[in-house]
Structures are given as structure tokens and as C-alpha cells.
């Protein structure tokens, strides 16, 4: 729709509304008491109805909601404009009387469309849809980035980037992210998105109900759009459908602060420090650098070595291969300072006689039986379609009598294990199971990936991580693999390249974690060019978790990114993730424990800290700088190949409060 259809389109709906509505009732909110003699038109709270538009007071100004299109604009208390949401993709019917609550509005799209209400929370518009009488429909609104002004899109893959709207390469098919919809329960690692539109000014969109909601980016006219799409089903339980407005200072991380206030606000956010009081072993997080381990790595003797070469803190992994650390490496690790976890799934089932994983054989029928089932009855196929996904309510109702999953964590743990590493969980890959004996939605999948995990780090006292977290897990969750790396589709496709990128053998050093690969041209920029990242992640999450790379993306799984990488981790104060075994802690322990002896001191001062401030230095974006705490720590990271103020380019610059000079790290030079 062209803005003057628009236009055009808003004074017909207003017209017509209008003959409709001979008067506005005041109606008390859900939780608040009936309010006394205010005006039809204008309730306590300062809401305003007027024409078929409702005015709602929000932190900067006032936002605006058009009930005929759901367009809405905001009026900020400087005095600009700004759209929010162009008309929704397809309205939702003609509206109804518009009821006036004490905080917003309420009103119904006629025949059956869904009732929406529009009110003021914390500062922020609060728009809730909820599903009329179709059983099943979608609502593609907000729909986004249509303002003249809008000038990046903050979009949080992985860590987070923010990309200029207009910037050739993420409108081409060589980005990967024009013409896609992205599922935000489980393909975004905050359920948000953001514009900054210029002028000091930016908007937020928070969305609480990312369980049936996607986000769909287009190119318009070499302009990034996004436009959030919502499917109301009362099968999966998703009638409700809100969105949370908010106008920002324009920072590419403004989104993932209003995120941050939300998660607080509803008492959602997680602390890395009240989760190392109840499990003391989680403040060896700090200062850790991250390791797969195979082989010699895995021994003893490996451990000691690597503590010999100066490496005060680690976390060591090792996966289900038949091959754990035995009780005499885990003492060794745990003496070392090291935290020592397994790999782990409860999310495979295989047929014993045939599986190829052991973390995929159940005892019992537990496979079949608890498979996850599709709506035709056929189970839902497992990990590289190998056996099936495990029903999480399945293993709920049994866990009282059968206690599969606390045997196996007690049978993996048995070694002396202080942490675990539960793949899947947190990912936010959720299913419906349709199984008439344990019937499931995604909502109630979650639930029970948050029961089950809770139980780990809670009854267990274990140092829990998993894959890729959804900010949903923080609560839970000391650390994560994965939500670290903002990853293109690209990089399946070449990895699904066993010559360059390798594959499982040998078993003892699988290529797919040791051989070093390029990474092609477009999958590199859209992954590492430090133009387009933005530490969303870390500014609502730092003080929350640990997050990491992917666990496949060793650091020198990667060379042409080894000092890109690098910087970002320093900067992020984030540790870097390693694969280990005898040959590599020869020949590259020594680069590991230099990287690790600059980060440590950095970690271990502010891994418990907020991120405070990001913000770029250079009008093309390769000098960054970063704040923890109450200016605790400062990271100054120069991508560039100039020196910008001293900092020579590919060098990092951190300082401690107290500091009498920043401490300087060159990735390059320990990489030679």
C-alpha cells in the first residue's frame, strides 16, 4: 500500500467508523477497579479516542493506534513523528465500539476477527490480539520499517546484528535474509526486533509470545522491511497474540535494552550471581575458556598439561562417543580449577539394536513409545532423521515412577562430573505432539525443557549449559554453546562439504572439529563483518549467562576469522570456544593459554556484570567500544587496519577500573 492509498484509506476507515460509533464506553481494566466520572472520550490515564484512533501516553511521547488498519504512528515529546507499524498485511475486519479501559482500549473487528487491547505498560504500548471464533487464521502485523526515516534494523541472530536498511549486500540473495521468515520461538535468540530512525530516535518491538509468531524480512525498494506474522490456533494453544512498543534512543542495542527492562519487570531475568550461591562450581565460569576434548585431551595427564602451559580456568566437555573422562581426569580438571561436563541429549530416541548414538538409547520402550507424533500418528524423525524426538511431556509424566532422566544424569555424572551439556534443550526447537498418551503443545514443551533443566542445576547442583539459548532459558541456564554466533544458512551448506569441511573420522580427532575450512565469501560477511554486529545478546543477557560460539566453530576451526573472532570475544567479554586433543595441545596450547591469561582477569572482574554501554567510534563501524558495570571494565576493539587513538588496527584495548593503563591485546601476533 503506497502512503497515499494509505491516506486515503485511513479517512474512508475513519468516516465510516464514525457513523458506527455513537459513543465510547469506559470499561475498568482487568486488574484495576471501575474509575469514576472521567470523560467518554478521555480516560484517567491520559488515553484518548477520537475518530476510530486511540492515543495512548508512552515513555517519549505518544503512540497512536488507527483501529480500523492497526497502523501505528507516535508523536515523541520533541515533537517528531514516527510510523511504528504501517496498516497490517490484510485487516483483520471492520472494527467495533471502542471500550475505554482505565490504561488503553478495547475493541472487536467484526464477523470473527480478534478482539484487540491497546494499553500503557512500563512506559511501553502493550497491543494484545486475541483469536475470534476461526479456529485458525494469521495476523501479519506490526508491519515495520516503512517510516522515511527508519535507518538500521537491529535483527537478533545469534549475538545480534544491526544492518543498514538500505546497505546493498543484506537486500541481495547473497545475504541469505531478504525473502525469509524466521520463527522467533526458535530461529531468534531474543524474541525482538528493532529500527533505528535516525535523529536520536529508534523503536522497539517486543514480542512475549514468540511461540507461533515468525518474522518475515523483505527488500522494498532496496529497503529492508519486517513484518511479524502470527498464527492464532487453538490446537497449539497461540489465541494470544501481543506486542510491545517501545520508542528508544536509536542505539543499535536499544531493542535488547527495552528486552532487558521487560525480562526485569516481569521478574524473568536470570543472574549469574544467585545461580553461583546455589551452585558454588558455576564461579569457575569465570575466566574460562571453553573445550571439546579427544583423546590424550581427555586423560589426566592432558588436563596437567594444560595447566602447565598456564591455564588457570576452563570448562572441558566431552562428548557420548563410548570414551568419557574417567574419575581420574575429572579429579585432575576439577583440582586444575576446571569445571568437567558431558555431552548430553534427552531429546533422540533410537532403536537400541541399531542406534548410532548412546545418548540416543533409552531403556525399555521409552523408543518407541514416547516419540513425538505428528498429526497423521507418524513419529516426528530424529536428529539427521535417525530415530525420533523425544516426547518432553512423555518423560514428565514418568519421570515420578521411572526416573529416566535423573538415572542418566547419575549414570553420566558418575565420574565426578560437575557440569552437564544438554544438547537441544534450550535451542527452542519445540513441538506439538499430537500422541494421545501424552499429549503436548509447544507452549507445554517448553514448560517441561525449563522443569527438566531446572532440575539439573537446581536438585543436582549441576553447572548447567546447553545449545544455542533462547533468552526464554536464562533463568536456568550458566552458559550456552551457540547463541554467540549470528549464523547464515550458508554455513550448512558447507559444512554438508565433508572434503573442505571434514567429516566424523578419525574417531579420536573428527575432521568436522579439527580441520581448519573457508568459510565462503557472503557466509563470512554476513557471520563476522564487524560493520554489522552488535552485542544484543550481551547487553540483555551478560550478567545472566555465559554465552559462547557454536560448538562445531572451534577457534581455529576458522583461521580467517581467528582475529575477528577474537576481538568480538574480548569485546563481548565472552570466552572463546576450543576443540582439544593430544597433537593441538602441542601445537597450539601455547596460542590458547596466552588468549586465556588476557581474558581471565577480564572475565572474572565483570562475567557477573551488566553490560552497560556499546557503541561504535568510526563512521564505518570497525572501532567499537564496550562498558560492564558501573564502569567496572572498558573494551575498546579496533577491527580496522588503521590506528585509531593510539589503538593500532586487529588490537583490543581493556581496561579495569584502577587500571593505571589499558591492557592491550594483538590476536594477530599470538596467532603467528
Known sequence: MTQSTSRRALRAAAVALAATLPCVTLLPSAAAAPSAGPSARTAPAGVRVHGGLVDIPVRGGTATVDTATLRVTARTAAGGTAELSAPAAGTPGTPGRIDVTRDGARWTHSGTGPTFTARAEHGRLLVTARAGGKADSTLSWPVTGHDRAASTLQFPRGEGLSLPVADPFWNSSRAGLAGSGTAMESQLSLPLWGYGLGRGLGVSYVVPTDIGTTLHVTSEGGRLRATAAHRFSRGDATTDYTVAFALTDGSPVAPARDYRAWLTEHGQLGSLRRKADAVPATRKLLGAFHAYTWGRARTAEGVRELRALGVDRMWLGYDADGGPMDAAAVTAARKAGYLVGPYDSFANGQDPAKSDASTSVWPGTVHPDFCVRRADGSAEPGFHDRGCYLSSEA?????????????RTRAMTANGADSYFLDVDAAGELFRDHSTAHPMTKAKDRA??????????????????????????????????????????????????????????????????????????????????????????????????????????????????????????????????????????????????????????????????????????????????????????????????????????GCVDAELKGDGKPRRLCPADVNR
Open 448 to 649: 517441561n525443557r525449563l522443569a527438566r533443566m531446572g532440575r539439573l542445576a537446581g536438585r543436582d547442583r549441576l553447572v548447567l549449559g546447553s545449545e544455542s539459548a533462547g533468552a526464554w532459558a536464562n533463568g536456568v541456564l550458566a552458559f550456552d554453546h551457540g547463541s554467540g554466533t549470528p549464523v547464515a544458512d550458508g554455513l550448512w551448506k558447507a559444512q554438508r562439504d565433508k572434503e573442505k569441511w571434514g567429516g566424523y573420522a578419525p574417531a579420536e580427532a573428527p575432521a568436522i572439529f579439527f580441520q581448519q575450512a573457508e568459510l565462503p565469501a557472503d557466509v563470512a560477511k554476513a557471520m563476522y563483518d564487524p560493520a554489522y554486529r552488535v552485542p544484543l545478546y550481551e547487553t540483555a543477557l551478560h550478567d545472566s549467562l555465559v554465552n559462547t560460539e557454536r560448538w562445531e566453530l572451534a577457534y581455529d576451526k576458522l583461521p580467517r576469522q581467528k582475529t575477528t573472532r577474537a576481538l568480538l570475544a574480548m569485546l563481548y567479554n565472552t570466552p572463546l570456544n576450543f576443540v582439544l586433543d593430544g597433537p593441538s595441545l602441542k601445537e597450539r596450547g601455547a596460542e590458547l593459554a596466552a588468549l586465556q591469561k588476557y581474558f581471565s582477569p577480564l572475565h572474572k572482574a565483570a562475567g557477573m556484570e551488566p553490560m552497560t554501554d556499546f557503541r561504535t567510534l568510526t563512521t564505518d563501524r570497525t572501532v567499537q567500544r564496550t562498558v560492564f558495570g558501573d564502569g567496572l571494565l572498558t573494551v575498546t576493539a579496533n577491527f580496522g587496519t588503521r590506528a585509531h587513538d593510539g589503538l593500532p588496527g
Open 395 to 407: 518423560f514428565e509424566r514418568a519421570e515420578g515412577s521411572k526416573r529416566y532422566l535423573a538415572e
